[in-house]
C-alpha cells in the first residue's frame, strides 16, 4: 500500500464515521511509512493502535517516534514462555525483544497489552505464561483462540488448533484466578459451567463479541473491505468503487441476519444464551462438526 493510499483510505473511513483505527498485520511497525500513517491518522484525531510482533518495539527511539506521531495503544503479540514463544514464531531472541518492546511502550507511558492466541501448541505454556505477565507487571494480557493454521507447522501436521473444551477449562481457570486477564470467547457458551460463565462475564474476564456484530471495517492493502480481520480474502467490495462503505454495511447487515436466523446446531434455537453467543464463531465450524461440539442449554 502506497502512503497516498493509506492517507486516503484512513481519510475515506473518517469521513464515514470512524474515529479509532487499528493497525494490524502482516506486521504493521515494519511498513516503510509507519510513523506517518500513525501522524496523519492521530493529526484527524483518529485513536491510533497497533498489534505487533513487538520486535521493532524493542528500539527504544522506535517506541518514541512513535508515541511523538500519536500512537495511543500497543497490543504485542506473545506466544509463550520464551522458549515456546521462539519456536512458534521461528525466530531466536524474539522473545526478548518483544519482551523489551513492552518495557520500552511502558517507559514511554504508552498503554499496552500482550495478545495471545492459543493453540494446541501453547496451550500447556499459558499458566507459565500468565505467571510471568504476573511477575513483569503487565496491567492488561488478552488471550484469543487458534481457528486457523498457524505459522510455523507444515501442512498436514497439527494444525494448532486446540481442543474447544480445553479452552474452554483454560478460561474458566486462568479468567477467574488473574484480574488482568481477558479472554475472547469464540467458543460456544453452553460448554463452560455456566456459574462460572456469568462470573467470567460479569468480571470482564471473557469477551462476548464478533466483528460481524460491530461496525468494524477490516481495511487491507488493497483497499478492500473484509467483515473481520480473520476473513482475508473475503472482500465485500473496494474502498476505491463508489459507496463502497455504505455496500459494507449493508452486506455486513445481511450476514448479521443471517446469523441471528440460522443456529448452527438445533440445540441453539430455543436456547436462552442465543442473543449472546450466536453459536460461537462461525470459523470454528469450518475444520469442526458443531452437532459434535454444541451441546446445549436449557
Ligand atoms: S446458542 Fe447454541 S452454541 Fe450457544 S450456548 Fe446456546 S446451544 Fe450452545
Redesign the pocket.
Known amino acids: 500500500m502506497t502512503l497516498v493510499d493509506a492517507k486516503r483510505y484512513i481519510k475515506q473511513m473518517f469521513d464515514a464515521g470512524a474515529r479509532t483505527c487499528i493497525l494490524v498485520g502482516g506486521e504493521p511497525s515494519i511498513y516503510p511509512h509507519i510513523l506517518q500513517v500513525v501522524e496523519y491518522a492521530a493529526n484527524l484525531g483518529i485513536r491510533v493502535k497497533m498489534m505487533s510482533n513487538g520486535r521493532r518495539f524493542a528500539q527504544r527511539s522506535f517506541v518514541q517516534d512513535l508515541k511523538a506521531a500519536g500512537i495511543q495503544n500497543c497490543s504485542i503479540s506473545i506466544e509463550g514462555t520464551e522458549a515456546v514463544h521462539d519456536n512458534i514464531t521461528m525466530r531466536e531472541g524474539s522473545f526478548s525483544q518483544a519482551i523489551r518492546g513492552l518495557e520500552n511502550c511502558q517507559l514511554e507511558d504508552i498503554p499496552i497489552n500482550s495478545i495471545t492466541t492459543v493453540g494446541s501448541y501453547n496451550l500447556e505454556n499459558i499458566p507459565d505464561l500468565v505467571n510471568f505477565f504476573q511477575e513483569f507487571g503487565l496491567k492488561r494480557s488478552a488471550f484469543n483462540m487458534c481457528s486457523s493454521q498457524p505459522s510455523g507447522f507444515e501442512e498436514g501436521e497439527d494444525a494448532g488448533i486446540v481442543d474447544l473444551q480445553d479452552y474452554v477449562s483454560l478460561v474458566e481457570d486462568i479468567g477467574l484466578a488473574y484480574d488482568f486477564v481477558s479472554f475472547y470467547a469464540l467458543v ?3 460448554l463452560f459451567d455456566q456459574d462460572k460463565l456469568r462470573e467470567l462475564i460479569e468480571l470482564r474476564r471473557l469477551i462476548v463479541s464478533c466483528a460481524l456484530f460491530a461496525r468494524a471495517v477490516t481495511v487491507d492493502p488493497e483497499g478492500n473491505l473484509l467483515p473481520c480481520t480473520h476473513m482475508a480474502g473475503l472482500s465485500y467490495g473496494n474502498l476505491n468503487e463508489p459507496e463502497a462503505i455504505e455496500n459494507f454495511l449493508a452486506k455486513k447487515e445481511c450476514d448479521r441476519t443471517v446469523l441471528r436466523t440460522h ?3 438445533e ?2 434455537v430455543d ?1 436462552k ?2 442473543n449472546t ?4 464463531c462461525n470459523l470454528i465450524w469450518f475444520s469442526r462438526s458443531a452437532q459434535d461440539h ?4 436449557a
Not at 277 to 280: P, Q, R, S
Not at 294 to 297: D, F, L, M, S
Open positions: 460456544p457458551l453452553c443456529a448452527p446446531s440445540k441453539c436456547c444464551l442465543w453467543c450466536f453459536g460461537g454444541i451441546r446445549g442449554v
